[in-house]
T-cell receptor
Framework: AQSVTQLDSQVPVFEEAPVELRCNYS??????LFWYVQYPNQGLQLLLK??????LVKGINGFEAEFNKSQTSFHLRKPSVHISDTAEYFC???????????FGTGTRLQVFP | DAMVIQNPRYQVTQFGKPVTLSCSQT?????MYWYQQKSSQAPKLLFH???????NEADTPDNFQSRRPNTSFCFLDIRSPGLGDAAMYLC????????????FGPGTRLTVL
């Protein structure tokens, strides 16, 4: 079975500062990894995904993430955040033999002016 | 644009009064999901359809039912809503070719009075 851990429930940061949201996973088989963003009263929007290939993945809105197999991590980074990045961020994992996504508990990113 | 549509966006019902939420998709994906999401929590999978095959999660209450009359549409029926069923309900779709990525609708916010 797979599991996802997002250790930080909230991350406060000032505008234009860099940010890293942490995600660790557990799985006995190869995984696909995802980061989704959710703005208030909206659905989840895909930021980026890792399926295979290059371990550095670039997504929308200037976000990127690096797949680290040895550390079983998929941390999300942005070099300079904006007020508009304030939202809930979910890390998720799936595998080749399942239709389901396993979500982490989410990290609330709060960007202050 | 291909998308996942949920109607209505906001639904108010009375305690014990049956309610139906709808989801449609123009992506032609063969898998459709229903999630329940409560405040500050990750989405919780209720059930999903792989084509016409219905897959219920073990902990989904019997009060929740679903119908998928064709590829494009899927319905969530709550037979006797309780106060604890107030939540955001998210519909999502995926196809085998997408490597596990799910595409989410904007959600329906259900209020139970």
């Amino acid at each position: 079975a797979q599991s996802v851990t997002q250790l930080d429930s909230q991350v406060p940061v000032f505008e234009e500062a860099p940010v890293e949201l942490r995600c660790n996973y557990s799985s006995s088989v190869s995984v696909y990894l995802f980061w989704y963003v959710q703005y208030p009263n909206q659905g989840l929007q895909l930021l980026l995904k890792y399926l295979s290939g290059s371990t550095l993945v670039k997504g929308i809105n200037g976000f990127e993430a690096e797949f680290n197999k040895s550390q079983t991590s998929f941390h999300l980074r942005k070099p300079s955040v904006h007020i508009s990045d304030t939202a809930e961020y979910f890390c998720a994992v799936s595998t080749y033999n399942t239709d389901k996504l396993i979500f982490g508990t989410g990290t609330r990113l709060q960007v202050f002016p | 644009d291909a998308m996942v549509i949920q109607n209505p966006r906001y639904q108010v019902t009375q305690f014990g009064k049956p309610v139906t939420l709808s989801c449609s998709q123009t992506l032609n994906h063969n898998v459709m999901y229903w999630y329940q999401q409560k405040s500050s929590q990750a989405p919780k999978l209720l059930f999903h359809y792989y084509d016409k095959d219905f897959n219920n999660e073990a902990d989904t209450p019997d009060n929740f039912q679903s119908r998928r009359p064709n590829t494009s549409f899927c319905f969530l029926d709550i037979r006797s809503p309780g106060l604890g069923d107030a939540a955001m309900y998210l519909c999502a779709t995926s196809s085998a070719a997408q490597g596990g990525e799910q595409f989410f609708g904007p959600g329906t916010r259900l209020t139970v009075l």
